[in-house]
């Protein structure tokens, strides 16, 4: 079966997560081609990565209109080439604007859509899709009832294929007419007051809960992770409590993260905290109270005060780090 | 100015949640309900919006269970003034089925904005708003901080991505969903419960809307099951450099991540 995938552009980059899709996308392909779908401006200079991931084809829409996220352009652009291309499925990476797209896109096209998808398997010839749901609490199976069916994958899951810089796609351009009656128009990106690491793609995250106390100390969390290359996180309660801006929350209402790194600082672990965080591949504990439900997903954990062990931490992390 | 506000009925964060024998459903015994704490953001944003605005009215509306009257009569109580239960009765929906029915109630109210949380915390699939939108042909902007009202035609919308803010204008009709940031929602007042208690819910019956579900159902869940569990991991305690060091060992040498 024919495989479309999105490919994603951010700061003149192809997202890891757009090579994630790509690689799922090789693996289920089975010989079949994988066509990877390009919308912006000035894509040329991607096409030679995305080969290397294996794509048979690359379609390239390019026009300065789409140079910024557009989701009504971006989804009817991608509507015309499925009628036109009918692979068997859609796949692009569960991020805010691919989540925003996969809705729209599968509704227009009436097929089957699993968002937040973090496996893929095929079972009795049909693909079988996981997803979590209560925010991991417990783990849900679908298929799909439309022959055509749509995916989007969570980033930091899907592992990335080997590249293969022989591999030859074929890039195809398309033709483009911009709108002059669009519903919906970015008219600005604002910057952040200050830079941080955003969280839901981080490979490392540093995470702070109650044991912070008040949101200055957050102060040596922030030094640990830039020693890391980290993202900072938080719990509800520091949340709550004013000490972080919301889009930094862990958890059932805040994000749900699966990083390589994952280290909780003065977090309890709350369920509701556990099941936004206990898919990451390594989790470090560090907590005073040794019975802190915390340790029980830690693959390591550090029983003492956070104020002596993050700066601990942090200093031997830059000794190996700088050396 | 018609706002209407979908919600749904969704288990406590708290909730233990127990797999069914069939292993296709939750135990809904001992579980307590609530409104979807995202689709709170979007009710108190339709007060707000009626309170600026001298012509704004608001409705909410739900597909579920009978028990999913209790969450209409909390919208009620906090001031939102109609409210529509979409009974489901036996079927089994999926999200492109729940969102057209939605969709044709939405429509059957008449609308100018369509709020909804950014997704609902029971199967976390974010995909409601984006098809209804995509079945009405009107916008979506997903995640909404901040709504502004630029007239009575068009709004700004803000929403944070990747500690950015996008910035949208949009024209309307629209759907926008809410994100915690977006305001802090209020409580009912006394008053408010007490008024909520003599109001009537009106209820659309699927068939009424001139749909069968059955055709349109995309997705099947096939299988629920318990994440496998972590396995204990190594604590340290006792000297913390010491055990510093070795955290340090750890992930350099065996996890390889640093």
Redesign the interface.
């Known amino acids: 079966m024919d495989i479309l995938t999105l490919g994603e552009i951010?700061n003149q980059k192809l997202t890891r997560a757009s090579l994630e899709v790509l690689s799922e996308a090789k693996r289920l392909a089975n010989g079949k081609k994988v066509i990877n779908v390009l919308i912006g401006n000035n894509l040329k200079d991607f096409s030679a990565l995305i080969s290397s991931y294996g794509a048979s084809e690359i379609l390239l829409i390019e026009d300065p209109s789409l140079g910024e996220?557009n989701?009504?352009s971006y989804?009817e652009i991608l509507v015309n080439i499925i009628k036109e291309k009918k692979p068997a499925l859609f796949l692009l990476p569960a991020n805010?604007?691919g989540?925003?797209i996969?809705?729209?896109?599968?509704?227009?096209l009436?097929?089957?859509?699993?968002?937040?998808c973090t496996d893929l398997k095929i079972k009795d010839n049909l693909l079988?899709y996981i997803?979590?749901?209560?925010?991991?609490?417990?783990?849900?199976?679908?298929?799909?009832?439309?022959s055509f069916q749509a995916a989007a994958l969570r980033p930091n899951i899907f592992p990335l294929i080997e590249e293969n810089p022989n591999n030859q796609a074929q890039i195809i351009h398309l033709s483009f007419i911009p709108q002059d009656n669009l519903?919906?128009?970015?008219?600005?990106?604002?910057?952040?007051k200050e830079?941080?690491?955003?969280i839901?793609?981080a490979r490392?995250i540093v995470s702070g809960g109650r044991g912070l106390k008040e949101a200055e100390n957050f102060k040596l969390l922030e030094e640990l992770a830039e020693v890391?290359g980290a993202a900072v996180g938080a719990s509800r309660l520091a949340v709550d409590a004013g000490w972080r801006?919301?889009?930094y929350?862990v958890g059932?209402?805040?994000k749900?993260v699966s990083p390589?790194?994952y280290i909780a600082c003065g977090i309890s672990g709350a369920?509701?905290h556990l099941v936004g965080m206990?898919?990451s591949?390594?989790?470090?504990a560090i907590n005073k109270d040794?019975e802190a439900n915390i340790?029980?997903?830690?693959?390591?954990?550090?029983?003492?005060?956070l104020f002596?062990?993050v700066p601990?931490?942090t200093?031997?992390?830059k000794k190996?780090?700088t050396n | 100015m018609k706002i209407v506000v979908c919600i749904k009925q969704v288990?406590d964060?708290?909730a233990y949640?127990k797999?069914n024998s069939q292993k296709t459903s939750?135990e809904e015994s001992g579980i307590k309900y609530i409104i979807n704490?995202?689709d709170e953001f979007a009710l108190e944003e339709a007060l707000r919006i009626k309170e600026k605005l001298n012509n704004a009215e608001t409705a909410v509306i739900t597909l579920g269970a009978p028990r999913t009257q209790e969450a209409l009569r909390s919208a009620l109580a906090l001031g939102i003034e109609k409210a529509v239960l979409i009974p489901q009765e036996d079927f089994i929906l999926?999200?492109?089925s729940s969102?057209f029915i939605l969709a044709k109630t939405v429509e059957r109210l008449g609308y100018d904005l369509i709020l909804c949380g950014k997704q609902a915390?029971?199967?976390?699939?974010?995909?409601?708003?984006?098809?209804i939108?995509?079945?009405l042909n009107?916008?979506?902007?997903?995640?909404a901080t901040k709504i502004e009202f630029i007239d009575n035609s068009q709004i700004?919308v803000?929403?944070?991505?990747?500690?950015?803010?996008?910035?949208?204008?949009?024209?309307l009709p629209?759907v926008i969903s809410a994100?915690?940031?977006l305001n802090e929602p209020r409580y009912a007042s006394l008053m408010g419960i007490m008024q909520a208690k003599k109001k009537i819910i009106s209820e659309i019956k699927i068939q009424d809307l001139g749909i069968n579900p059955e055709n349109l159902?995309?997705?099947?869940?096939?299988?629920?099951?318990?994440?496998s569990p972590?396995s204990?991991?190594?604590?340290?305690?006792g000297d913390?450099?010491e055990?510093?060091?070795k955290?340090?060992k750890?992930?350099?040498e065996e996890?390889k991540?640093?």
């Open positions: 951010k996220f989701s009504q989804s805010i604007h989540k925003e996969a809705a729209l896109v599968s509704a227009k009436e097929i089957s859509l699993i968002s937040d079988e997803h979590p749901i209560y925010s991991g609490k417990v783990i849900a199976a679908y298929q799909s009832l439309t519903k919906i128009k970015l008219l600005e990106v604002l910057k952040p830079e941080t690491l955003e839901s793609e490392i890391l801006d919301h889009q929350q059932q209402t805040g749900v390589d790194l369920i509701q206990s898919s591949k390594c989790i470090i040794p340790f029980k997903v830690a693959n390591y954990g550090i029983v003492g005060d002596e062990v601990l931490l200093e031997e992390f190996i780090l | 288990p964060t708290e949640i797999i939750i704490p995202y999926d999200n492109f969102a915390i029971d199967d976390d699939m974010a995909q409601t708003g984006g098809i939108a995509s079945l009107i916008p979506f902007v997903s995640l700004k803000h929403r944070e991505i990747e500690g950015f803010t996008e910035v949208f204008k949009i024209k629209a994100q915690k940031g159902i995309k997705t099947k869940l096939t299988r629920l099951e318990y994440p972590r204990q991991g190594k604590i340290l305690d913390l450099k055990a510093a060091q955290l340090v750890f992930l350099r996890a991540i640093i």
